[in-house]
């Protein structure tokens, strides 16, 4: 024992504890990278997204030809889904036109509604004969089945959380073989229940695969499954099966090794896919080129270079139909271009893949720097100590990003760099430990013979307070009391009563704002200025905001119910409160700012200014809460979100499109609001489309519906426009958008 201690102190003075607790770090970090626990799968995942938006994919050829389900079509041909007749039609017309295969990323699960028997059976006032003839025509399904025999259709099916009804085993599937290690099945992604077309157009088919999509963690979509099980058949997506329809392949080979799913082959083209079977997406920008409307197709406007020798997809961008992803480079991308980038990437040879061996070149590179790290840094001096850092650090990015833009492998760097960090920061702390000591006997030896003052100054070095923030996304409310001045003015004589009113409607205001995990940043006479996502993080910021709105207008109408019956009761004059509110979402500084004697947690930004712009237009469109685009977005679900217009507001250079929230989701739910929104809809598009007459019909149709008062400030708006333009026609290339001239 005794020789053990003389061995240990031995060891400490020559190696140092410093090092010895690093080389435990060594250890530690290298089993947590084997357990891979999400956040440090999440911080790798952040590093190939930042690749991707550094170096996205380069289109070398558009392949793939999308036709969107989108908010024109729906205006014009009414809300989805559709007449399978006008579905044939649509395949029909791709068909003539020379489309080389027709992918759906919709599914067909029930027997048209439209069908002319069901027609028969559920129209009242029908004599016999009529409904005799109906139901001899043939059904709508069996129109659309006669088309899709007469082209190439892979029809698009979904996996479902529960089991709905029993796979039909009649129906055809396409063969899947494994070749490798048995059981690999396990590994795939796995849906309990699967929703397929209905027999009568899934058996003339030439393909048919899953459109669905798993996303991360944090919701964005990097990895798309090749190959999986849904209902207890292995299925190929709907991507892989339109290649495999167009290359020929009767069977669909699945590489495997003893780690899970390595490849999924086809004839001519091996895929690697990760151990789950999944391809990796290298994504390029969203390219409105491969978009062409369906009702375009449907019209035969679209010109044939679009169609002809294509891989077309069936799908849709309209936001009322919820297919809106967030990928790496773009956060509204549309489900459907995500299975076009998948086809784009194999065709082109421009995939992705993490190798087999990137876990062993991650876990090399961590001990064989941070042994550098751990020989080398206690000798060096500050300055070098820093440099040394930095190139360590620039020798990992350098590393992983030469793997990815040479050879598209994805090699984590995250991993070696935060063990090596902290291996440094270990011997930081541990040289800074030794300063500390220093400074003590520094203190002991000249207390002396130095004054106590300078014996600190040369002890402790003086610090500075550093103002500044961090960026991060946010979501900004700003508040005001419409006509607050001429309710300041009742009060003239009665300086403490304003002030009694002001407390009144401000504090349920701030209540509600801090229940829904708000931060009140600033006062501003009967305003307030909030925010949401900071300090602490708030996944839901946008919908927590609304919510906040809408009670916010709720606490107002309550306390406007008190003061109307004080006022009858006291015999006053009674002027209600009315409230603004705009809210945006964007990326904005906060922190600490201010000066050295007095600083204030607050936020900058454009998004600030342009949520200051939407409170200040609330009265303009009498609608009390107006939205950014990117709050709407993220509240579409859950909140009653109208469309106001395209604005280009003073100070800024791109054009937004702003929303008015009406209400909760009982209000989105009902049939008033959806024929108001469908009213707003149409009059939108024949306004940016410059078909006047088209708007102002849609106005007066707004007018004669339920509940068209609520509107009546926005159709007075846009008359008022289009009577100028009319007069004084927009320029070419006007988009829509109009130019507020006030801030």
């Not at 009568?200 to 999509?213: M, N, P, Q, T």
Request: aromatic fraction near 8%.
């Amino acid at each position: 024992m005794k020789r053990l201690k003389i061995l240990r102190r031995w060891f400490a003075r020559k190696f140092g504890f410093a090092r010895l607790m690093c080389l435990a770090l060594l250890v530690v970090f290298a089993g947590a990278r084997l357990w891979d626990p999400p956040p440090i799968q999440e911080l790798r995942l952040r590093t190939f997204d930042m690749f991707q938006l550094i170096d996205p994919r380069h289109k070398t050829a558009r392949p793939v030809t999308i036709v969107d389900i989108d908010d024109k079509s729906l205006a014009k041909l009414g809300q989805w889904p559709w007449p399978r007749t006008r579905i044939a039609d649509m395949i029909q017309n791709l068909t003539n036109h020379g489309a080389v295969a027709i992918g759906f990323d919709v599914v067909f699960s029930e027997a048209d509604r439209l069908n002319p028997d069901l027609v028969a059976s559920q129209m009242r006032y029908l004599d016999d004969a009529t409904r005799a003839k109906l139901r001899e025509l043939p059904s709508n399904d069996q129109i659309l089945s006669e088309a899709i025999k007469r082209s190439r259709v892979i029809l698009g099916e979904t996996g479902q959380r529960a089991i709905s009804s029993e796979v039909d085993k009649s129906l055809p599937f396409t063969g899947v073989a494994t070749v490798g290690e048995e059981g690999a099945e396990r590994f795939l992604f796995e849906f309990p229940g699967l929703l397929r077309n209905v027999p009568e157009i899934e058996k003339v088919a030439a393909g048919r695969g899953l459109f669905s999509i798993k996303t991360e963690r944090d919701g964005l979509i990097r990895r798309v499954p090749m190959i999986m099980r849904a209902q207890g058949m292995v299925m190929p997506s709907l991507s892989l099966e339109i290649l495999r329809v167009v290359t020929g392949t009767p069977t669909l080979l699945v590489r495997t090794d003893k780690t899970g799913v390595r490849a999924v082959r086809l004839k001519g083209v091996e895929i690697p896919t990760d151990r789950n079977g999944q391809l990796w997406v290298h994504y390029a920008r969203q390219d409105p080129s491969i978009y062409v409307s369906a009702a375009d197709v449907l019209d035969n406007t679209v010109p044939p270079n679009k169609i002809a020798g294509k891989l077309v997809l069936i799908g849709t961008s309209a936001v009322g139909l919820n297919d809106i992803k967030t990928t790496p480079v773009s956060s509204t991308m549309p489900g459907v271009e995500i299975h076009a980038q998948v086809l784009e990437s194999v065709l082109s040879g421009a995939v992705i893949s993490q190798p087999n061996y990137s876990l062993g070149v991650e876990l090399l590179a961590a001990l064989v720097i941070g042994l550098l790290v751990i020989i080398f840094t206690p000798n060096l001096g500050p300055v070098r100590l820093v440099l040394a850092g930095a190139t360590f650090a620039a020798i990992l990015i350098g590393v992983s990003w030469f793997f990815y833009a040479q050879h598209r492998y994805l090699i984590d760097f995250t991993y070696p760099l935060l063990s090596t960090t902290a291996i440094y920061l270990t011997l930081i702390f541990a040289s800074f430990v030794r300063e500390q000591r220093q400074r003590v006997q520094i203190r002991g030896m000249f207390a002396q013979y130095m004054s106590p003052v300078l014996v600190e100054q040369l002890a402790q070095s003086p610090e500075k307070l550093v103002l500044g923030g961090e960026e991060r996304e946010m979501t900004i409310m700003f508040s005001d009391v419409r006509g607050f001045t001429t309710i300041s003015e009742t009060y003239k004589h009665d300086p403490q009563g304003l002030i009694a009113l002001m407390n009144r409607f401000l504090t349920p205001l701030t209540d509600v704002i801090i229940d829904q995990k708000g931060y009140i940043d600033k006062y501003m006479g009967d305003a307030i200025m909030a925010f949401w996502n900071a300090p602490l993080d708030d996944a839901e910021h946008e919908v927590n905001a609304c919510e906040a709105a809408i009670q916010m207008l709720e606490k107002i109408d309550a306390v406007n119910k008190d003061r109307e019956q004080e006022a009858i009761d006291g015999g006053h004059v009674y002027i209600p409160l009315n409230v603004g509110i705009g809210l945006n979402t964007g990326i904005g500084v906060v922190g600490n700012m201010g000066s050295d004697l007095k600083k204030n947690y607050s936020v900058l930004g454009d998004s600030v200014n342009l949520a200051s712009r939407l409170e200040g237009q609330s009265k303009e469109y009498g609608f009390p809460i107006i939205v950014g685009s990117r709050t709407a977005l993220a509240a579409k679900d859950k909140f009653a979100i109208l469309e106001l217009d395209f604005i280009m507001v003073k100070g800024k250079t791109e054009p937004e499109v702003i929303y008015a929230i009406a209400g909760r989701e009982d209000v989105m739910l009902s049939g008033a609001f959806q024929r108001l929104r469908n009213v707003t809809i149409e009059m939108l598009a024949c306004y940016r489309s410059r078909d006047w007459q088209g708007a102002l019909d849609a106005i007066d149709r707004g007018r004669r519906s339920e509940d068209a008062d609520t509107l009546e400030k926005l159709f007075k708006l846009y008359e008022v426009r289009i009577k100028e333009f009319q007069v004084n026609p927009p320029p070419e290339g006007w988009t829509g958008a109009y130019a507020l001239l006030m801030k």
